[in-house]
């Protein structure tokens, strides 16, 4: 019988001692602070958490700049009809660029070219700008046109408008750009912005008041 009962004791004391152990264990082990290893890894997802753009993103980053896209027909060849040379408005990439929408029949156009002739005197043939007569009626061709520019004595750059032109200067600037009595006439500066002048005949004056401040930017 004590035999018994000192085994019953013996047995209860050691489940005792066995749950106290494994009650510290688990407790030790909640309670047991975060290993160098398991911090450092924190500290790398926070870093990178807070990191700022590399510079390889942040040259990859598009600047609006670089987003503002030129107009497909700054790209488009043009013939010149007194030369048969071909041109784009691209090539005159840095100058300023005078661009009047026209047709031989139209007298408007005519006295507006006078002016821009004119223009030319006043500004002394300086190499900087460049003037491009554009013929937008589909019905007239470079042998009507060359036969207008040289009987004009108008010696700057004349072409005839390719289809495709013509419909992206309407859808850029408007249906009256391509009605040539409205004297449609802009100006592309040396950053390649395009900027239309006001519809009606200019004067040679007017015409430099509104070209001088683009003549005198500087790449």
Not at 142 to 149: G, P, W
Not at 189 to 215: C, N, T, Y
């Amino acid at each position: 019988m004590k035999t018994r009962i000192l085994f019953f004791n013996f047995a209860l004391i050691l489940a005792l001692l066995v749950t106290a152990c494994g009650g510290a264990t688990e407790e030790a082990m909640m309670d047991k602070p975060a290993t160098e290893e398991s911090m450092m890894d924190k500290g790398t997802e926070e870093a990178m958490m807070d990191k700022p753009a590399t510079e390889e993103a942040m040259m990859d980053k598009p600047t609006e700049e670089a987003m503002m896209e030129s107009p497909a027909w700054f790209s488009a060849a043009l013939t010149d009809v007194r030369t048969g040379q071909t041109f784009t408005v691209k090539d005159f990439e840095g100058k300023v660029i005078l661009v009047e929408a026209m047709a031989v029949w139209c007298s408007k156009c005519l006295s507006q070219q006078k002016q821009v002739k004119e223009l030319r005197g006043l500004l002394g043939g300086r190499d900087d700008l460049i003037v491009i007569g554009l013929d937008i009626d589909p019905n007239e061709d470079a042998s009507q046109l060359k036969d207008f520019a040289e009987t004009q004595g108008f010696d700057w750059l004349y072409a005839v408008s390719p289809a495709e032109v013509s419909s992206e200067l309407s859808s850029l600037y408007g249906n009256q750009f391509i009605n040539p009595p409205s004297t449609p006439m802009l100006v592309v500066d040396r950053h390649g912005k395009v900027h239309p002048l006001p519809f009606g005949i200019k004067s040679a004056e007017e015409l430099l008041e509104f070209i001088q401040p683009f003549l005198d930017e500087t790449m």
